[in-house]
């Protein structure tokens, strides 16, 4: 159903929600399960986001790709060596998972998918600037393989600044305080935020008709079998949930999404009350550039080629689909042996500012006749 919740009526059990073209309807349930996920968070400074692109959307991925393409297009065409070095650097905010992989992806395309096909800039030379608050990226993989990481980005040609702070991004770059309390200015033409996430604004909604607690990020306390205090019927799964310090990844969602599930047939079909949700951590992998790559399982720490050659299997055989894994593999030969990427086709147009396809437009428009 295409259509975005805003609110509930918990007495009533009672969905609103907005349909594209506006309208708002009601949809009645028996149980709810919420899994409506997070959003980028800029720490209390929204004003941040007209300038740093987080990675949340698909208007988001099809923004950095449309900022990262076209900074090499305009270093191309600048007229000053200040404008073009401004145009190949590239700012990350985060090093969590998000921010390594972005880092990495730039450095490997600037060396390798463009390097022969300017005549002007020399993209190799590109700056990867990625900035953290901890001691090291991947701090969450331990410290063994955060070091790893750190070296591996460091031969790739990211600049890691680490203990850092930002407190101020605009249109020339961003502002950025260390422990000291020193400040230091970066010039950046692109600044990406990979830093952060907080709860959707249907979240504070759900919190609010039900009195349920929430974390800092807004996320909704649940309890052993995932649902709200006092409502039974309201489940949450997902990044939105916040329970037992679980981190917000892929498969928790699933397998707390799968235990929602279970739970509601087996009440409904009389097969009993189901145990309390457990979490199985089948471990975490991070993509640093071809051949390169980070794997935790248990007491299981690769780095490299071997984890690398995992961290493909692992997304192969979570694709959905026999042919949706073919493409995949087909896709990646192509890249890792020719050096090509297709996913190329960008817009100099704003992505957010395009017309919403539902909206009835405020004044009319001429259309042209169909032929």
Not at 46 to 64: C, F, P, Q, V
Not at 119 to 134: K, N, Y
Not at 177 to 193: E, I, K, S
Not at 299 to 325: E, S
């Amino acid at each position: 159903m295409l259509a975005e919740v805003v609110d509930v009526e918990v007495d009533g059990r009672v969905v609103l929600a907005d349909r594209p073209d506006g309208e708002r309807i009601r949809l009645p349930y028996d149980d709810l399960v919420v899994a409506a996920g997070v959003r980028q968070s800029y720490f209390g400074h929204d004003e941040y986001a007209r300038w740093a692109t987080g990675m949340k959307t698909i208007s988001d991925a099809l923004t950095i790709r449309q900022k990262v393409f076209g900074a090499f297009e305009l270093a191309e065409t600048a007229t000053s060596e200040e404008e073009q070095r401004r145009r190949l650097t590239f700012a990350v905010v985060g090093g969590g998972p998000t921010g390594v992989e972005l880092a990495g992806q730039i450095r490997e395309l600037a060396t390798r998918t463009l390097r022969s096909e300017f005549r002007h800039i020399r993209p190799e030379h590109a700056r990867v600037l990625l900035f953290d608050g901890g001691d090291a990226p991947l701090a969450s993989f331990g410290p063994e393989l955060a070091a790893k990481a750190a070296t591996t980005l460091r031969d790739l040609g990211v600049e890691l600044h680490l203990g850092s702070r930002v407190t101020g991004v605009d249109g020339d770059g961003l502002t950025v305080q260390d422990r000291a309390g020193t400040t230091q200015r970066y010039t950046a033409g692109t600044v990406l935020w990979a830093a952060g996430v907080g709860a959707p604004s249907v979240a504070a909604a759900l919190a609010k008709a039900t009195g349920a607690a929430t974390d800092r990020a807004g996320r909704i306390r649940v309890g052993s079998d995932l649902t709200i205090a006092g409502h039974p019927e309201i489940s949450v799964v997902g990044d939105v949930m916040a329970h037992d310090d679980l981190p917000g990844v892929a498969e928790v969602a699933m397998q707390s999404g799968l235990y929602a599930g279970r739970r509601i047939r087996r009440r409904l079909t009389g097969a009993g009350p189901t145990g309390p949700f457990r979490y199985r951590d089948l471990g975490s992998a991070a993509y640093l550039a071809r051949g390169r790559a980070v794997v935790s399982v248990g007491r299981v720490h690769l780095a490299g080629f071997p984890a690398w050659l995992i961290w493909l299997f692992i997304h192969i055989a979570f694709l959905t689909g026999y042919r949706n894994r073919v493409g995949a593999v087909l896709s990646w030969a192509v890249t890792f042996t020719r050096d090509a990427r297709r996913e190329r086709t960008f817009t100099t147009r704003e992505i957010g500012s395009l017309h919403d396809l539902y909206t009835v437009p405020a004044a009319p428009q001429r259309r042209g006749v169909a032929s």
